[in-house]
């Protein structure tokens, strides 16, 4: 399954980017509860986000793109993840490779590839794998000779690429060297799995995919290990996504809690054995509970504003490892602290709405699971940890891509 490149919109401006989030958002809205019990391919809410134009918004002026600044590309994740946080994470890798051909692309590599991003074409992920000491004890390799290239290996968690345009598969090449390859999601060889099996963000489709043998053009080849060896923030920006994701879900969270529990009577029974109807909204336990979580889901907005902010005045080139430090733990902080939250929220939801809020019809289980589900991406224990270790003892936090 393949997604076309085609005429895509075109969106010049930080406001054109969420009134089109939002727009696609509510043009998807009808269909989540399906989408979380089916589990398949969404494929036709997939091409329209593809051709909404929001695939391009951080695409290089002198290439054609806005090169619209993160606090905008936070918004957009947020903006969608509210209503299905699925949908929303499937271009999270698609922004990390587009930063990465930004910094680290050759010129015709960046001509090819983002003509390809503003007509549409997706940039697909095939980063992770099983079994290693460390996420970079990878058993993919890139074998190059004169100017063949062969790709042979397995990766998991690959969000997005059953339906890309291209996929950016990370590998170690002969020498033993981190590369990031380019290949054609219908390249002979390449076989992605629909075998997600998983309680939460079921939309997002990563399943795994099989490398056998791909002939590639080198001339996609990016030495991806030296990125890492300079001040960066494709870690930040990166983790910037996944914190909006959280937030949105909390904000969905909290937008159905308060949508069941405005619309719903239950039965009270703290003053009286007898017990009365009482609608829960005029209940002033509930009033409490719900007012302290839409406090804490506020808050959680404002921190990814905030980091969002120190995004852009850091840029995607830090000037200095203070520069890039600031910036990483700014989005530390409100992933870690978004993902609490998230899970807060999507947990409390049920003891403000009883027992009703399980019924299927609602799926109101969906915020809980896709809230667990995408928080153990990575841990946040460690982004804390690096935010103490740094305010403590004023230790930088590790320069990969996870922070």
Not at 280 to 297: E, M, N
């Amino acid at each position: 399954m393949t997604t076309a490149t085609t005429a895509a919109a075109v969106v010049t401006s930080g406001q054109e980017a969420v009134i089109a989030a939002r727009s696609y958002a509510e043009s998807v809205a009808g269909g989540v509860i399906e989408r979380d019990r089916a589990g398949a391919v969404p494929a036709a809410e997939i091409a329209a986000f593809d051709a909404s134009g929001l695939l391009a918004i951080t695409v290089p002026r002198s290439y054609g793109g806005p090169d619209l600044p993160a606090s905008v590309l936070a918004e957009v994740i947020r903006v969608i993840a509210v209503v299905d946080p699925a949908l929303a994470q499937v271009p999270q890798a698609h922004f990390l490779f587009t930063d990465v051909l930004a910094m680290w692309g050759t010129d015709a590599q960046q001509r090819r590839l983002f003509a390809d991003v503003l007509a549409g074409g997706r940039l697909g992920n095939a980063l992770a794998e099983r079994g290693g000491q460390h996420a970079q004890d990878l058993k993919t390799r890139l074998h190059i000779s004169g100017d063949k290239a062969r790709l042979r290996g397995r990766k998991y968690y690959c969000t997005g690429a059953i339906t890309a345009r291209w996929i950016g598969v990370s590998a170690l090449d002969d020498d033993g060297h981190l590369v990031l390859v380019f290949v054609p999601r219908d390249a002979k060889g390449v076989v992605i799995d629909n075998d997600w099996n998983v309680m939460g963000q079921r939309a997002t489709v990563s399943g795994s995919a099989v490398f056998d043998d791909v002939a590639v053009d080198p001339s996609l080849v990016i030495p991806y290990e030296y990125a890492f060896q300079v001040p960066q923030q494709l870690g930040a920006r990166a983790q910037l996504v996944h914190a909006a994701i959280q937030v949105g879900i909390a904000g969905g969270a909290l937008a159905d809690a308060g949508e069941f529990v405005r619309g719903k009577a239950r039965p009270f029974f703290e003053a009286s054995r007898g017990g009365w109807a009482q609608r829960a909204s005029d209940d002033p336990h509930t009033i409490h509970r719900y007012g302290r979580l839409a406090t804490r889901v506020h808050a959680a907005e404002a921190l990814l504003r905030a980091a969002a902010a120190t995004l852009d005045e850091v840029t995607r080139q830090p000037r200095d490892a203070d520069a890039a430090a600031r910036g990483s733990l700014a989005v530390a902080q409100a992933k870690a602290f978004g993902s609490e939250v998230a899970v807060e929220v999507a947990s409390d939801l049920f003891s403000l709405s009883g027992a009703s809020a399980a019924d299927e019809r609602y799926d109101l289980s969906r915020h809980w699971r896709n809230a667990r589900t995408h928080a153990s991406h990575d841990p946040v224990d460690w982004k804390y940890h690096h935010v103490g270790n740094y305010l403590l003892n004023n230790v930088y936090p590790p320069n990969h891509g996870q922070v």
